[in-house]
């Protein structure tokens, strides 16, 4: 299984068990700025037989026919294009070769085609709904591209116990969900931030938490310019006593959550199927850069006037099953969900041969496209590692390692200083 940030860890591992019970997969972490530090994977709680951190090349070197006969990659759609072009070349003449799967890590409310073309071409691409396989299979077929891979299943971290009302003995505990790049304005997260600190005061009985995704220094799936931690420390009048910033797994936070507030996360899915109250804010408007249009219809939008004056949104049924979420039926819907992917794997599986990988994107359908997407995870335009990028598998010294980490550590720092202190100067002088 490869992954390029925590969450996209979280969903390929977590995929990868719903899949094949049972199994434990050999983990690669794709080399990038959105890596996962040690923390942010035990934090995830999704485990591996093994864990290695690559380059793209390295990668395929690693997937060899002989060693695997599932690939799941949990990646951006530009790096799941290059592994399947890499994939394919090293695997031209194989009888034998392992069933590729990819597929999305939540809502899909950006990008839709741009995203879908550049997971064409694997065995298998989950839709995590029925709302998203429909979809997925008009974009194929509007882009004369092959369906038949498109395969209808569920969030793999969707689960937990049913929210009970009354039934706590805990503070009622209001969750906001942060996000890392949603929105991005440092006025807009300041205002959400106040706006929740605010919440806390008006109703000193209640326990407001702020859950953020990465600690300062970490990154993930996107670029974080203004994180909440520093925003946290300029609220009007300080922070209330009952207003908390935490850390943690999604599941365990909603464990204790009796509402769940966010802009547009994927943990209003995992909310919904646990029937917790869940509020989609619309304080700065519905609007597709947000991504909170997806929840139009849900019953969920609300602003925190509303949620202040003690408004409990209600999920509309129709659009909960659409998603595929199950509104407090927790169990028994969310594992059938997997069933028709994993017979469909298992069908694959066992195959005595199957066809090349095919992507829709090739140096003749996109040729002003596909090159630039490749060179940068390593390829040349017909998958092989260009020329210093499939340097021979040896052993590497201690000191080697340590340097090669160190250096690497350093550029991404250097990276995180650049995006979260340089850039926004640079880009107030252009205001001037």
Aim: hydrophobic letters at 40%; a neutral charge.
């Amino acid at each position: 299984m490869l992954a390029d940030s925590d969450t996209r860890w979280k969903w390929g591992a977590l995929t990868a068990h719903r899949l094949v019970p049972g199994a434990r997969p050999d983990g690669f972490l794709l080399r990038g700025r959105a890596t996962p530090t040690v923390r942010q994977l035990t934090e995830v709680g999704a485990d591996a037989a093994a864990l290695r951190e690559v380059t793209g090349t390295e990668f395929v070197r690693a997937a060899h026919p002989d060693r695997y006969d599932v690939i799941v990659l949990a990646c951006v759609g530009g790096a799941v294009q290059a592994m399947l072009h890499g994939l394919g070349h090293a695997w031209d003449g194989v009888a034998q070769r392992p069933v590729v799967v990819t597929g999305y890590v939540g809502v899909v409310y950006e990008k839709l085609a741009d995203g879908l073309l550049l997971r064409h071409g694997a065995d298998v691409v989950l839709a995590n709904s029925r709302h998203d396989a429909e979809r997925f299979r008009a974009v194929y077929a509007g882009a004369g591209a092959g369906a038949e891979s498109v395969t209808e299943c569920a969030l793999p971290f969707l689960g937990g116990e049913p929210y009970e009302a009354g039934c706590q003995v805990r503070p009622y505990t209001v969750v906001f969900a942060a996000q890392p790049s949603v929105p991005e304005s440092r006025a807009d997260r300041m205002y959400l931030l106040e706006r929740a600190a605010g919440h806390a005061r008006l109703h000193p009985d209640r326990e407001v938490l702020v859950k953020l995704r990465s600690k300062p220094g970490e990154h993930t799936t996107h670029i974080e310019e203004h994180p909440y931690q520093k925003l946290a420390a300029r609220l009007k009048g300080g922070a209330p006593p009952n207003f908390r910033l935490v850390y943690g797994h999604m599941g365990e936070v909603l464990d204790r959550a009796d509402l769940l507030v966010t802009v547009s996360s994927t943990a209003a899915l995992e909310s919904l199927h646990r029937a917790v109250p869940t509020a989609v804010l619309t304080d700065l408007g519905i609007r597709e850069p947000l991504g909170n249009h997806h929840f139009l219809g849900s019953g969920c939008l609300a602003s925190w006037d509303e949620l202040d004056a003690g408004l409990l949104p209600a999920p509309d049924p129709e659009w909960s099953a659409r998603q595929g979420l199950g509104g407090g039926a927790v169990d028994v819907p969310h594992e059938q969900a997997f069933a028709t992917a994993r017979e469909r794997v298992a069908h694959l599986c066992a195959q005595p041969q199957l066809p090349p990988l095919a992507p829709y994107y090739t140096a003749r359908t996109a040729p002003g496209y596909l090159p630039g997407i490749l060179a940068r995870h390593g390829f040349d335009p017909g998958g092989r590692p260009l020329p210093g990028r499939a340097a021979p598998e040896r052993p590497e010294s201690a000191l080697r390692r340590a340097t090669r980490n160190a250096l690497r550590d350093a550029a991404r720092g250097a990276y995180r200083h650049g995006v979260q202190r340089v850039a926004p100067v640079i880009r107030r002088l252009g205001e001037l």
